[in-house]
């Protein structure tokens, strides 16, 4: 199985600030690489796919990079709404699809 | 619009079997490119891949977990069913079912709100 590692476990910011995540894999996957948003209680919710294209009605403050092994999730100016756990997730391999597991994003 | 809903037992007892159902609407699951899975969420815990199906009934599953688990799909229904064998307390948490889109690199767009399962005698 592709192990998707994202660190860091969890994260203090404040609102306006510039974040980064970051998701590895443990083998190239290309660029098949999706984030997700949850918030507590509800379901995740698509951000990004193919590292770097923007879901549909998703804030352009949110944007991703990478591909092959490292990837980023970048949150461009922090919102109050934005406080959440995020998800990468591998679908390179058809037979199992990965996920990280999770930064939570917390108010400093 | 696309819409997905889980449902099942609320309360498992240990070694039983666990079925859950996806109703979905707003698509078919019949198309080569229409792909439904599962994702379940121990409590304060990381999402877990557990399986999808085809719309041509090609179907995958978490390797660690094949052995007890089973998706099938009624299309006439609208439906697909999960089925998890030999229930333990390690599997209590929220399932989901999720609509893949393979348009959208194998991403899933849109997700059941999930339902949680309780193992516990």
């Known amino acids: 199985d592709i192990q998707m590692t994202q660190s860091p476990s969890s994260l203090s910011a404040s609102v306006g600030d510039r974040v980064t995540i970051t998701c590895r894999a443990s083998?190239?996957?290309?660029?098949?690489l999706n984030w997700y948003q949850q918030k507590p209680g509800k379901a995740p919710k698509l951000l990004i796919y193919?590292?770097?294209s923007l879901e549909s009605g998703v804030p352009s403050r949110f944007s991703g990079s990478g591909s092959g092994t490292y990837f980023t999730l970048t949150i461009s100016s922090l919102q109050p709404e934005d406080f959440a756990s995020y998800y990468c997730?591998?679908?390179?391999?058809?037979?199992?699809?990965?996920f990280g597991q999770g930064t939570k994003l917390e108010f400093k | 619009q696309i819409t997905l809903k889980e449902s099942g037992p609320t309360l498992v007892r240990p070694t039983q079997t666990l079925t859950l159902t996806c109703t979905f609407s707003?698509?078919?699951?019949?198309?080569?490119?229409?792909?439904v899975g599962w994702i379940r969420q121990p409590p304060g815990k990381a999402l877990e891949w557990l399986t999808h199906i085809y719309g041509n009934d090609n179907k995958f599953y978490n390797i660690a977990l094949k052995s007890r688990l089973t998706i099938t799909k009624d299309t006439s229904k609208n439906q697909v069913v999960l089925t998890m064998t030999n229930m333990d307390p390690m599997d209590t948490g929220t399932y989901y079912c999720?609509?893949?889109?393979?348009?959208?690199?194998?991403?899933?767009?849109?997700w059941g709100q999930g339902t949680l399962v309780t193992v516990s005698s």
């Open positions: 997730q591998q679908t390179y391999s058809k037979v199992a699809y990965t």
């Open positions: 707003g698509f078919s699951l019949s198309g080569n490119g229409v792909t």
């Open positions: 083998q190239s996957i290309d660029s098949y």
């Open positions: 193919a590292a770097s």
């Open positions: 999720a609509h893949l889109d393979s348009s959208k690199w194998y991403s899933y767009d849109y």
